[in-house]
């Protein structure tokens, strides 16, 4: 982590002042008081080249800085702290703008598509368009209907109880396994198989075989986004992804009523196609995230165990003998609610998004093309001290109603925002609870002594050798 002094590169923009506001902790972001974003240039001095930003080195752009960082959740860590709340940089295929301000964010929170080039890599996973980069003609019925369903606490209770049998199969695992455990490669694999059982549902959905499907075929993409090497090669990647289909179809014949999402998806009237490629996609989004962030916040709380025991006095009081909460119980966790948000922040599981422009859009005082992406850097976002005093602090605390009320909207993003922000927010965050609650009931973690943790971006912020901790039943 850097401790320069930063936010010292003032936007050539009348009007708009730059004020240090450098912390305790030396990171900060160059801060605009009042920020515009305007579909047009009249009166716009800058241009996109004096935008601050590290210089590219042809073909490749800012790769190499990229490559040389850890990756681009680092990258842009180190990108805002240098340049200030509006930076740019080159990728090979793309310009980009990357914005660290929570009201340019507010500015440009309206804006629906998002960049082809960067979302390109899953074009071959889709029968009927790639659901990521879809523009907002088909976007906005899409996202409508997915909420309905994703969003809906009654299909969220509906699953709770598959949800709490399978969290209570791996913690009783764990309980009779010895030796160290690595919590990234479990709870993501625990993950998947809510999302199978909430996106297939019964037993066909969430056969083992089905979830090894999901898994290796996205595993295969992003190994390919990444040039890692490929598990399956091109022909165990076709297969799979035949596979997934062929049960997505049949789930969809057997005619599933009621209103979780294979019930909704049925009666949409919309291509099959397209409803494979939604369950696909839902499934993707829903997998390694809710496992990371549980992972991450047992982290966290196992190097912080004065927040580790008041959780458990929460969860304790609650819970009483039973093993996990219900579906209900999860309204009267208010700390663990607090946790969990904290965890986010500090450990945000997708670490940026991203939008395209539509149109030139003059951005805190820069004149920006249409075309170009803009990027939201969502750890870089979490970590901004002038929003977040003492950053990397692990302090849940900073989510009660009355911290929340006074801080600006968009300081805390972890499911992006916007009209393309995550419908699957509410379901994971239930999910999310739930696993978090019963594994800190079962047991103490304590971490594996020299184990280094650190986080690398796949799609979603990993730890590079996973969090590998010791358990020990509580009695
Ligand atoms: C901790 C868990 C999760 C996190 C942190 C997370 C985060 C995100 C983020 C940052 C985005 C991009 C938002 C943007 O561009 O503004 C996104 C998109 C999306 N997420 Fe999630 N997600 C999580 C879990 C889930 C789950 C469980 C589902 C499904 C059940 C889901 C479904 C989606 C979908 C469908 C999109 C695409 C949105 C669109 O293009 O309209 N996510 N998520």
Known sequence: MHTTRMGLVTPRCAGLTVVDQASASGRTFGWLPRTRIWPTIEGVSA???????????????????????GGLHTFQLDLHERHGPVARFELPNARVVSVADPELLAATSMINQRPQELFEFLSPLFEAGNLQTIGEAEHVPWRRLLLSALG????????????????????????????EVALQEDLSELSLRLICEYALGGDLGSSRRTSAAF?????????????????????????????????????????????????MLAESGWDPARIRDTVLVVVMAGYHTSGVAVSWALHLLAGHPEIAGRLRDEVDGVLGDRPAPSYD????????????????????????????????????????????????????????????????????????????????????????????????AALAMAEIKLVVAVLVKRFEFTPVPGHVVTPVERFVLWARDDIRMTLTSRG
């Not at 996109?48 to 490559?67: F, K, Q, R, V, Y």
């Open 47 to 69: 241009d996109w080249h004096e935008i601050p930003g590290p210089a590219p080195t042809p073909p490749n752009g800012n790769l190499d800085d990229i490559a040389a960082a």
């Open 152 to 179: 809906n606490h009654r299909s969220h209770e509906a699953h709770f109880d598959a949800f709490t049998r399978m969290t209570l199969e791996l913690a009783d695992r764990w309980a009779a396994q010895t030796g």
């Open 215 to 263: 898994r290796d075929l996205i595993a295969e993409y992003v190994a390919r986004q990444y040039g890692l090497p490929s598990a399956l090669g091109a022909e165990g990647a076709a297969e799979a992804l035949a596979y997934v289909r062929e049960t997505v179809t049949q789930v969809l014949n057997s005619r599933p009523r009621g209103s979780g999402l294979m019930g």
């Open 329 to 424: 119980d999860l309204k009267a966790l208010d700390y663990l609610d607090r946790v969990v948000k904290e965890s986010m922040r500090r450990y945000p599981p997708g670490p940026y998004a991203a939008r395209e422009l539509a149109q030139d859009t003059e951005i805190g005082g820069y004149r920006v093309q249409a075309g170009t992406t803009l990027m939201y850097p969502i750890w870089a976002i979490h970590l901004n001290p002038a929003q977040w005093p003492d950053p990397e602090r692990f302090d849940p605390d900073r989510f009660t109603p009355a911290a929340s009320e006074r801080r600006a909207k968009f300081a805390f993003i972890p499911f992006g925002f916007g009209p393309r922000s995550c419908e699957g």
